[in-house]
């Protein structure tokens, strides 16, 4: 049963052009999303967050819209950059009590073309 | 520096061998967790433990041991009953189960041959 969902295996955009990925969840209990980004070998690093009470955050070039009713959160890159290239995954948590586990979806491989 | 430190990088095991991936953080983080990447599988929960003496298991412990005798150490052991132990190995912590932000560490790449 995948609660969190990346239905976008990979993604390619141009240097400059907006990057948009997203993701779905099918627990309501979910509270608090995030966004990872990761590359090759490496552990992955947090990027930004929202909590369920909110519908849009913005930190630079990254905003993470949520959209309960449908159960959809997004993450958008502008402008997109070639070092933006990396796997991202959306993760949520607060479903199961206070245990503080991250639910991760499958992840999605932006490349940015130069 | 504070961070969290998995070691080693790549370890090699042969089949029916039990194997232990340290991971060990100086962050004075209570929770501690262990996930494990496939392909396409995103991250999954392996253990976890929000204190000291106590762990529990996640989605997909058949296979694993833990331990977490000391705030700071939570080390994974890959045991011979686990089927498919080929994989990226990812410890993160806490600062406890409500914080919402973990850290992670920089992931064991684990090889049977």
């Not at chain 1, 239905?7 to 099918?26: A, F, H, K, M």
């Not at chain 1, 990027?47 to 159960?71: M, Y």
């Not at chain 2, 209570?30 to 999954?44: H, I």
């Not at chain 2, 041991?65 to 011979?80: C, G, I």
């Amino acid at each position: 049963d995948q609660q969190v969902k990346q239905n976008s295996p990979s993604l390619s955009v141009q240097e400059g052009r907006i990057s948009i990925l997203n993701c779905d969840y099918t627990n309501s209990m979910f509270d608090y999303f995030l966004w990872y980004k990761k590359y090759p070998a490496e552990g992955p690093t947090f990027l930004i967050s929202i909590s369920s009470i909110k519908d849009k955050n913005e930190d630079g070039r990254f905003t993470v819209f949520l959209n309960k009713s449908a159960k959809h959160l997004s993450l958008h890159i502008v402008p997109s950059q070639p070092g933006d290239s990396a796997v991202y995954f959306c993760a949520a948590s607060g479903s199961s009590g206070n245990t503080g586990k991250l639910i991760f979806g499958q992840g999605t491989t932006l490349q940015v073309k130069p | 520096d504070g961070g969290i430190t998995q070691s080693p990088k790549y370890l090699f095991r042969k089949e029916g061998q039990n194997v232990t991936l340290s991971c060990e953080q100086n962050l004075n983080h209570d929770a501690m967790y262990w996930y494990r990447q496939d392909p396409g599988q995103g991250l999954r929960l392996i253990y976890y433990s929000q204190i000291v003496n106590d762990f529990q298991k996640g989605d997909i412990a058949e296979g694993y041991s833990v331990s977490r005798e000391k705030k700071e150490s939570f080390p994974l052991t890959v045991t011979s009953a686990q089927k498919n132990p080929t994989a990226f190995y990812l410890c993160a912590s806490k600062t406890g189960p409500w914080d919402t932000e973990a850290f992670f560490g920089q992931g064991t790449r684990l090889t049977v041959v």
